[in-house]
């Protein structure tokens, strides 16, 4: 089953800036043993998403203290559609952002 990977930057900054998304990017590219000390030092949280073929993702940003921008939403529209077209895709995204993935063969009833 092919999955894409969301690479959560554990920044205590409410906001994290486009040089920590590249850092990392480039770190998850490049495979390098720094990755692995991110995860190791609580830098970032790796989260394995699976594609399920009948499923709906659910994605949310945002929290109390901050509330995106319509840009910055659709920025993550644009992440997450490009890391679920590839077959083993990523996207970097700051603590605030949570992602379910609903298998729709199992919801029986909505309301």
Same mark, same amino acid.
């Given at each position: 089953?092919?999955?894409?990977?969301?690479?959560?930057?554990?920044?205590?900054? =409410?906001?994290?800036?486009?040089? *920590?998304?590249?850092?990392?990017?480039?770190?998850?590219?490049?495979?390098?043993? !720094?990755?692995?000390? !991110?995860?190791?030092? =609580?830098?970032?949280?790796?989260?394995?998403?699976?594609?399920?073929?009948? !499923?709906?993702?659910?994605?949310?940003?945002?929290?109390?203290?901050?509330?995106?921008?319509?840009?910055?939403? =659709?920025?993550?529209?644009?992440?997450?559609?490009?890391?679920?077209?590839? *077959?083993?895709?990523?996207?970097?995204?700051?603590?605030?952002?949570?992602? *379910?993935?609903?298998?729709? *063969?199992?919801?029986?009833?909505?309301?």
């Amino acid at each position: 089953m092919n999955k894409f990977t969301v690479i959560k930057v554990l920044s205590n900054k =409410e906001k994290i800036l486009k040089q *920590d998304v590249e850092k990392y990017k480039k770190l998850f590219l490049d495979k390098e043993k !720094s990755l692995q000390e !991110s995860i190791e030092k =609580e830098e970032v949280f790796l989260e394995h998403i699976p594609k399920i073929e009948k !499923s709906i993702t659910l994605v949310r940003v945002g929290n109390d203290n901050y509330q995106p921008t319509p840009e910055e939403i =659709e920025t993550f529209r644009e992440a997450f559609k490009e890391a679920m077209e590839s *077959d083993n895709g990523f996207v970097v995204v700051p603590k605030y952002v949570e992602v *379910d993935v609903i298998d729709v *063969d199992s919801v029986l009833e909505i309301e």
